[in-house]
């Protein structure tokens, strides 16, 4: 009687408390199952973020549309406050403002550059931390990233600051065209750090698969700007000076949207030591090096075109400085799925797995020649659009259509050179890039650039500053299909988890 008593006891007994008396077998897990995360850090509003190795498995067709397609609405949107500037400043029908905005984005290129590079370098190597598993490196690089980062962007500001008038002398402003560019610099220089850290962060956000919040960095900026520069320059009439402290003041606040989503939303950083950051800072500057070199091949290939330019007068310099600005735009898709496919390939080459790296670099081609076309088409469309926007003249207008019509197919090209420079990047021989860029910048430019001035005038600039890139874009994607296949032809046998 007893003992049935002591049955029905145990049958009425709830699962729950069944399973707590049961002491739970230990199981050994393999190194592929459910790989570590991030815990959020204490009060993060988001208890369901979590850095895990996402780009391992599943489609990379669609890892990289998902990247692109929010890395695309955030890059556009930075484009576009850019732009907004410049559209703003356009209905002053001011030429020499455009010119001056146009000088100054040769030297703000410089720049933006370093930010480019501290981004690069930060996913290069925090995305192979976390597709190893290694959770505990990755907070630890990603700190050592953004505190690099401030540090540089200090240096170089003060660096530069005494020298930005006769910079943009050399690039060929004078008279008030100068004075308007210098003041213009003036401003908007000391937010340098505050952009550099945004860029920073959004890399990082990008290095965890946080598409969504990488967006919102730059979204946020954009949106600040465009709202603040018909208040400022037409508004309160500060013109030009408007613009520029609308820029200021939505870089600060791209800075502070990044760095709330990496602290508060992915707990990936920690308290920062000087042995940490000694360490990594090597490691960083070890890419980062090599990358500076890489991105600063861009801006000095524009400084020469810019000078180049400078001898056909004011109208050249508006129709560079427009086409600057609507370039990005038009092909944002493809800037945004080059700093897409980065991270994609870090995590996957922290575990080792070279078929999803080749595979995502062909995706990416494919992917580049739809965007090329559909950018080309919308260009093809909207030439007069652009001309009454900006307020452009006949000289002006002339140019504009030579780029919408004839030269916006090239790049394609220069699509596949920034795949082949996520590619080199991320594998860690950023040399590559810096060899193959530096090859476009001057042979694939100078000569171009200076026959095309001889024989066609402006026009002839800018059809030179495009065709070099289509043997170098050709080169540099072979070459990174070749990088690719010798990693995994030398990978050790058993290897399977990142170094």
């Known amino acids: 009687m007893a003992r049935s008593r002591r049955n029905k006891r145990r049958r009425r007994q709830s699962p729950a408390q069944g399973r707590?008396?049961?002491k739970p077998m230990a199981v050994s897990r393999p190194a592929s199952s459910t790989p570590p995360r991030l815990v959020p850090a204490a009060g993060g509003v988001d208890a369901t973020a979590s850095t895990s190795p996402r780009f391992v498995t599943g489609s990379i067709l669609g890892h990289?549309?998902?990247?692109?397609?929010?890395?695309?609405?955030?890059?556009?949107?930075?484009?576009?406050?850019?732009l907004a500037n410049l559209l703003f400043l356009g209905q002053l029908g001011d030429t020499e403002v455009l010119a001056a905005v146009g000088y100054a984005s040769s030297l703000l290129f410089f720049t933006i550059s370093i930010g480019i590079v501290m981004a690069i370098s930060s996913t290069s190597i925090v995305s192979p931390a976390i597709g190893a598993g290694r959770l505990d490196d990755a907070r630890r690089l990603a700190t050592s990233a953004l505190l690099l980062s401030c540090v540089v962007a200090v240096a170089m500001s003060l660096l530069l600051w005494p020298f930005l008038g006769p910079l943009?002398?050399?690039?060929?402003?004078?008279?008030?065209?100068?004075?308007?560019?210098?003041?213009?610099?003036?401003?908007?220089?000391?937010?340098?750090?505050?952009?550099?850290?945004?860029?920073?962060?959004?890399?990082?956000?990008?290095s965890t698969g946080d598409a969504r919040r990488s967006m919102f960095v730059t979204l946020s900026g954009a949106i600040l700007n465009v709202i603040l520069d018909p208040i400022f320059i037409f508004a309160f009439k500060l013109g030009l000076t408007g613009a520029a402290w609308a820029s200021v003041?939505?870089?600060?606040?791209?800075?502070?949207?990044?760095?709330?989503?990496?602290?508060?939303?992915?707990?990936?950083?920690?308290?920062?030591?000087?042995?940490?950051?000694?360490?990594?800072?090597?490691?960083?500057?070890?890419?980062?090096?090599?990358?500076?070199?890489t991105n600063l091949a861009t801006p000095a290939a524009n400084a020469f075109v810019t000078k180049a330019l400078a001898g056909y007068g004011d109208a050249a310099m508006a129709a560079w400085s427009v086409g600057g600005r609507v370039n990005p735009v038009a092909f944002g898709a493809i800037f945004a799925m080059t700093s897409a496919i980065g991270p994609i390939i870090g995590q996957n080459y922290g575990a080792r797995h070279y078929d999803r790296v080749r595979q995502t670099v062909t995706e990416a081609v494919k992917a580049n020649i739809v965007f090329t076309a559909i950018a080309w088409l919308a260009l093809a469309l909207s030439p007069q659009l652009i001309i009454r926007w900006f307020g452009l003249g006949p000289d002006s207008a002339a140019l504009i259509h030579l780029f919408c019509w004839w030269l916006a197919p090239l790049f394609v090209f220069l699509?596949?050179?920034?795949?082949?420079?996520?590619?080199?990047?991320?594998?860690?021989?950023?040399?590559?890039?810096?060899?193959?860029?530096?090859?476009?910048?001057?042979?694939?430019?100078l000569p171009f650039v200076t026959l095309g001035g001889y024989w066609y005038g402006a026009p002839g600039v800018f059809a030179g500053s495009m065709?070099?890139?289509?043997?170098?874009?050709?080169?540099?994607?072979?070459?990174?299909?070749?990088?690719?296949?010798?990693l995994a032809a030398d990978q050790p046998v058993g290897d399977t988890r990142g170094d």
């Open 415 to 445: 699509g596949f050179l920034f795949i082949a420079n996520a590619v080199f990047n991320t594998l860690r021989r950023p040399h590559y890039a810096t060899a193959v860029n530096w090859g476009r910048a001057t042979f694939g430019t």
């Open 249 to 293: 003041l939505s870089r600060v606040l791209t800075a502070c949207v990044g760095l709330y989503g990496v602290v508060k939303i992915h707990n990936l950083l920690q308290r920062p030591t000087v042995a940490d950051f000694a360490s990594d800072g090597a490691r960083l500057l070890a890419v980062g090096i090599p990358v500076v070199a």
């Open 467 to 486: 065709a070099g890139g289509v043997l170098f874009g050709v080169g540099a994607l072979w070459l990174s299909y070749r990088l690719i296949d010798q």
């Open 64 to 82: 990289i549309m998902v990247m692109t397609g929010t890395g695309a609405l955030g890059l556009v949107s930075l484009f576009v406050g850019d």
């Open 168 to 206: 943009l002398g050399f690039l060929g402003a004078s008279g008030r065209t100068r004075a308007l560019g210098t003041d213009y610099l003036h401003i908007i220089y000391p937010s340098f750090p505050f952009m550099v850290v945004g860029m920073t962060a959004s890399a990082l956000l990008r």
């Open 20 to 22: 707590a008396r049961t």
